[in-house]
């Protein structure tokens, strides 16, 4: 059950431009999906991007999307439909265990989480990183996900679990990041 940062991909959704200011609790979403890319990153952890129909919701933020390698422009609220497994099987077999965060919760999340537990991979949410404009329906999908197979993480516990010893020579660096 442990996720290591060996077998982790990060997918970021949707924390597009003219979507963010809607979110509820947007700004703490934005921050905890800006310290998870920034690990990430130090970890050497593959981060995916997408966009919801970027032409009405614009691209993702900046920040975001220069922590991703590669972004995904989709109609589907399922990014499996648009790309995301065949970015995803450029890993294969090595890194099974995908990471989601974003926007919306309800929608864009849920259905991709749908759509890669189909898919036999091992998915994670990251609960603090997750918005929707309305608390109820984040909360709703959370559990929908949970009783679907996902599992559930903090933002914290999943750095600490990439980490796995204080030994990496990551470590300060990270915990620059966490504080």
């Not at 998870?36 to 999307?65: C, F, H, R």
């Not at 599992?151 to 990041?177: A, C, D, G, H, Y």
Request: hydrophobic share 45%.
């Amino acid at each position: 059950m442990l996720i290591t940062a060996n077998n982790s991909v990060l997918v970021m959704i949707d924390l597009q431009k003219r979507l963010m200011p809607a979110i509820a609790g947007g700004e703490s979403v934005l921050q905890q999906c800006l310290r998870l890319g920034q690990a990430a990153q130090l970890l050497q952890v593959p981060i995916i991007g997408t966009e919801q129909n970027p032409a009405s919701l614009g691209d993702n933020l900046p920040e975001i999307k220069a922590l991703c390698q590669t972004t995904i422009s989709k109609t589907y609220f399922d990014a499996c439909h648009d790309g995301l497994l065949i970015e995803l099987d450029k890993f294969k077999p090595a890194r099974q265990q995908i990471i989601l965060v974003g926007c919306e919760t309800h929608v864009c999340v849920l259905q991709t989480v749908f759509g890669l537990i189909a898919s036999q991979y091992q998915v994670t949410i990251v609960v603090d990183a997750l918005g929707s404009r309305q608390t109820l329906d984040k909360e709703t999908a959370i559990e929908r996900m949970e009783k679907a197979g996902a599992n559930l993480v903090t933002s914290e516990m999943l750095i600490f679990e990439w980490l796995q010893t204080s030994n990496r020579p990551e470590f300060k660096s990270i915990l620059k990041i966490i504080k």
